[in-house]
């Protein structure tokens, strides 16, 4: 079941809202959050029911090993470490087998010359959200920073349908306390006004701006031959744009979604390409995901306490997890360790005491996420390679409709069939979001009035009106 559908829009979101607040305002607090659970689990299964019992047994098990290691006594150090081993052991080995073993499989075969057959598995929905959820619950678990929640409220953590799917990561110690405390179960009408309000600029992102975006990225990605300059720049904007509003749409949908529910989502986009270093860009892209990375496999790696060779070293490795994490390919890999070597670099750079300039660094920051997407995009190197090389490679060309304005010029550049409406859109996304307002600051200055009544209902009005062009958020995928 998808946000941006009309089943869940019109049927499943109002149900679940009406049913839920109806059990708590007769007092039926644990049916309440019984139903959510339920309600969540339907949403979950919606796209396959095969894979329903991973995610409950994930979630048993998980429960039962965090409330052991919580309450198992500090002077059986060893067993309690072993455990905890055997926790993230499993979590990891769930994710292996589903996410990576075809490409494993693929590898060994490459590398050994043997013909093992792949297990053709289809990745259960939301399975690497899930699990790296979990997996923090046990290390808090470990180190004594859980409380003993009730598993009805732990399977809302998990299961609780706003950000299931895509995210965000969220943390235990901003959850299940809200499930848990009574405020947040009556009906709060202001929840209601800003979660309506920034939901439909979540739906207006993905389906209006995203979708489009997509198309002409598919189209250089995926069915060009070989790209000029120009649409190869193009093609790479568009799926940077795509990636975009299609996440951060998502993200805002979720965030409208569950403040329905009285309950506040974490921030995770900050608008992102207005970073004037890498470094700028992680602490505003995804930003659960960064939070997660640093906190759960940096600084237990060493972080920056082992001098500067290890700090280096624990930067690269924390990427290529981000990479892989993120798809099972050598693309998605790559892609980890060039942001891991920007990292180096930048935190290299700090050190000789340098700074650029900040539009320079706006510039060379934007244009290096922008390059790099183009791997993150690829299906294979051979597409990731095409469109490089239509970029730094291929012939300017300029569209058609420009030969009047240039001609007397007499610019070395040749005029054809480039999709002038795609640049115009590039332009005007990127003054979107280097310009105005983000959502989260919009949401931040909420207030109800007859003005943002109006603006959200033109945005989700025009948004549903499209809705028959369905497709899935892009980190559905990964």
């Not at 992102?205 to 193009?234: E, M, P, Q, R, S």
């Amino acid at each position: 079941m998808l946000f941006n559908s009309y089943i869940f829009i019109f049927a499943f979101l109002p149900v679940t809202f009406f049913v839920y607040f109806y059990l708590n305002k007769k007092r039926l607090t644990v049916a309440a959050k019984a139903f959510l659970v339920f309600a969540s689990l339907f949403f979950y299964s919606w796209w396959n029911v095969d894979y329903l019992p991973i995610i409950l047994s994930s979630m048993l098990f998980n429960y039962v090993l965090g409330i052991y290691l919580s309450n198992q006594a500090s002077g059986d150090d060893l067993s309690k470490k072993s455990l905890l081993v055997l926790g993230i052991g499993a979590n990891v080995a769930l994710l292996a087998y589903f996410k990576y073993a075809d490409f494993l499989i693929e590898n060994l075969n490459a590398l050994l010359e043997t013909d093992i057959g792949k297990l053709h598995l289809a990745l259960p929905l939301a399975i690497s959200f899930f699990t790296f959820q979990q997996i923090a619950y046990l290390v808090d678990s470990y180190h004594g920073e859980t409380k003993e929640y009730d598993f009805l409220n732990y399977a809302n953590f998990v299961t609780f349908f706003p950000q299931l799917i895509a995210g965000p990561i969220v943390h235990h110690t901003e959850m299940m306390p809200q499930f848990a405390k009574t405020g947040n179960k009556v009906i709060r009408y202001s929840n209601i006004a800003k979660g309506l309000f920034i939901f439909s600029i979540g739906l207006f992102k993905k389906v209006i701006i995203a979708d489009t975006f997509a198309l002409w990225a598919t189209a250089g990605f995926d069915h060009a031959a070989t790209l000029n300059i120009t649409d190869a720049w193009l093609t790479s904007l568009s799926y940077t744009f795509q990636l975009y509003f299609d996440f951060s749409g998502y993200t805002d949908m979720a965030i409208g979604a569950a403040l329905l529910f009285n309950i506040k989502l974490p921030i995770n986009f900050d608008s992102p390409y207005k970073a004037l270093s890498i470094q700028d860009f992680w602490r505003r892209w995804h930003v659960t995901l960064s939070r997660f990375l640093k906190s759960y496999v940096y600084i237990p790696l060493g972080g920056n306490r082992k001098g500067e060779f290890r700090t280096y070293s624990n930067l690269i490795a924390t990427f290529l997890i981000g990479g892989i994490w993120h798809g099972a390919g050598w693309t998605f890999l790559f892609w980890g360790f060039l942001h891991g070597m920007a990292m180096v670099i930048h935190r290299a750079w700090g050190k000789m005491g340098f700074r650029l300039p900040l539009l320079l660094a706006w510039f060379l920051t934007f244009n290096f996420i922008n390059i790099t997407w183009v791997f993150f995009r690829a299906k294979e190197w051979e597409d990731a390679i095409k469109v490089l090389k239509g970029m730094f490679q291929g012939e300017m060309v300029l569209p058609s409709q420009w030969h009047s304005w240039f001609a007397s010029l007499h610019l070395p550049v040749a005029y054809g069939g480039i999709d002038v409406k795609a640049l115009y859109w590039s332009m005007a996304a990127l003054a979107v979001v280097l310009l105005f307002q983000n959502s989260t600051q919009m949401l931040e200055r909420f207030r109800p009035s007859p003005f943002n009544a109006l603006y959200a209902a033109a945005l989700f009005l025009v948004a549903v009106a499209s809705l028959s062009k369905l497709s899935e958020f892009l980190y559905f995928n990964f």
